[in-house]
């Protein structure tokens, strides 16, 4: 599986100077083997729909999760999402909740976020396949490296992009962006588990802040 060619044209421009080519092809070789022979998440045409849905010209804000859902219609390409009729998955209902009393809109009772996407906002697993009901399967298989060089990618423009990290794991990004160009807003991960951290930072207004401040448009968040 030859991972780079599935990416449409303006990611695999952007991706190119960020891949190392051996370590792209290892992994593809992984994902298809697993696709093969296991019940994988998401189904292989959303793969890469985050990509598909925001171009590198058009990102604006990139909200990284972690792993994909790995329950049974959940994970559709895009972190944090799931596609309407799906239940809303408890992290993802914490985030709507911060968001009615960020900006002040009415908590979505579906939780499909590719109006978001459609928008410029990047939702970016840092591993994008996960066996089905093993959280965490495909970690340390090279997915990092991928998703590292779309941050570094980004990092490259300099067109504003608010980076949205949200936990330990997303805050360690923090260190690919070096750029004074972008904004960085750090936050505890949405998990109700996390008890702190998340609730109250603001995370859509301070982002829509730092668009407007750079002159891009702002996401309607609602």
């Not at 083997?33 to 045409?45: D, G, L, N, W």
């Not at 591993?127 to 990092?144: C, D, F, M, P, Y």
């Not at 990004?173 to 807003?185: D, F, G, M, S, Y």
Request: proline share 6%; net charge neutral; glycine share 8%.
């Amino acid at each position: 599986m030859n991972l780079v060619e599935l990416l449409p044209e303006s990611w695999q421009a952007a991706l190119a100077e960020h891949l190392d080519a051996e370590q792209t092809a290892a992994l593809g070789a992984f994902v298809a083997s697993e696709y093969a022979e296991h019940t994988v998440y998401p189904p292989i045409e959303d793969l890469f729909a985050a990509y598909r849905l925001c171009p590198p010209s058009r990102t604006s804000v990139l909200i990284l999760g972690q792993d994909p859902y790995h329950g049974p219609g959940q994970a559709h390409g895009l972190s944090f999402s799931v596609r309407d009729g799906v239940r809303i998955p408890p992290s993802l209902r914490n985030v709507f909740k911060e968001l009615a009393a960020d900006v002040g809109v009415t908590q979505p009772t579906a939780g499909d976020l590719t109006g978001w996407a459609e928008q410029g906002v990047l939702l970016l697993n840092a591993v994008l396949t996960v066996r089905a009901a093993k959280a965490g399967s495909h970690a340390n298989k090279g997915w990092e490296a991928f998703t590292d060089a779309t941050i570094r990618a980004l990092n490259a423009r300099d067109e504003r992009v608010v980076f949205l990290l949200w936990g330990g794991y997303a805050r360690k990004k923090a260190a690919l962006i070096t750029n004074p160009a972008h904004t960085v807003l750090e936050a505890g991960h949405p998990s109700p588990l996390n008890r702190a951290g998340f609730l109250g930072s603001r995370p859509f207004s301070a982002a829509n802040k730092a668009l407007a401040d750079a002159g891009r448009a702002t996401v309607v968040w609602g």
